[in-house]
């Protein structure tokens, strides 16, 4: 319980938590990552359902995976770990959140500086004119596949595909939370995505508090990270909170 009250004290007395989060703190919403044993990546390859020329190229094959995606995406809802995160921004210490994940339940449990950096599912948007609309289960059940109402073309989920770049935006504020945080939480990521995983070099090297909750190691792990729990998000982060009362 030591480092549980040690880290609880570093947040008051440093401020400004800016939290990177990863496909692990979804998994207790029911989102299993892409990767391992449930994952879409063991179902689909993603080369041939989530590359952006495959999408050019045959939306209605891909749709069939994204359909998929949705309605795992429907039926989850925030874990204890997502509302920690929530609560520790009400309280004033979390700053932003800077999530790769596309499930947009970090705005559902309440953070409100969530930077999307690999996109959010829950909205469509036109690759030709560029219309963005809210994703329901209606427009999932859209066969072939839902199309922009203005242009005729496929919708395809406002996320970033392989072959896609991160919108140069969220790179921006990224960034900028990086240089500028004091305590970094990694939570949930296997730090292997690139350029997502170079934002805790970023802060460590600015002076940040590298604080991680992964259930494995990390390649963080050895080289940046100063605190350290094995565990869920949800396990960890609620005795952190709690810790701060």
Known sequence: MDDYRKVAGLIKERGYVVAFT????????????FRG??????????MEYAHISAFAHNPEKVWVMLREMSEVIFQS?????????????????????????????????????????????????????????PLTPELVDVHPYPRCERCNKALKPDVVFFGEGIPMVEMIKANEEANRCRV??????????YPAADIPYMAKSNGATIVEINVESTPFTSSI????FSGTASQVLPKIVELMK
């Not at 970094?184 to 995505?193: L, Q």
Request: proline residues 4%.
């Open 77 to 133: 809802g925030p874990s204890p770990a997502h509302v920690a995160l929530s609560d520790l921004e009400q309280k004033g210490f979390l700053k932003a959140v800077i999530t790769q994940n596309v499930d947009g339940l970090h705005r559902i449990a309440g953070n409100t500086n969530v930077i999307e950096y690999h996109g959010n599912h829950r909205w469509l948007i036109c690759m030709s004119c560029g219309k963005r609309v």
């Open 184 to 193: 970094m939480f990694i939570i949930g990521t296997s730090g292997v995505v």
């Open 225 to 228: 990270t100063d605190y350290f």
């Open 22 to 33: 990863g496909a692990g703190i979804s998994v207790d919403s029911g989102i299993p990552a």
């Open 37 to 46: 044993g449930q994952g879409l990546w063991e179902k689909y390859d993603p």
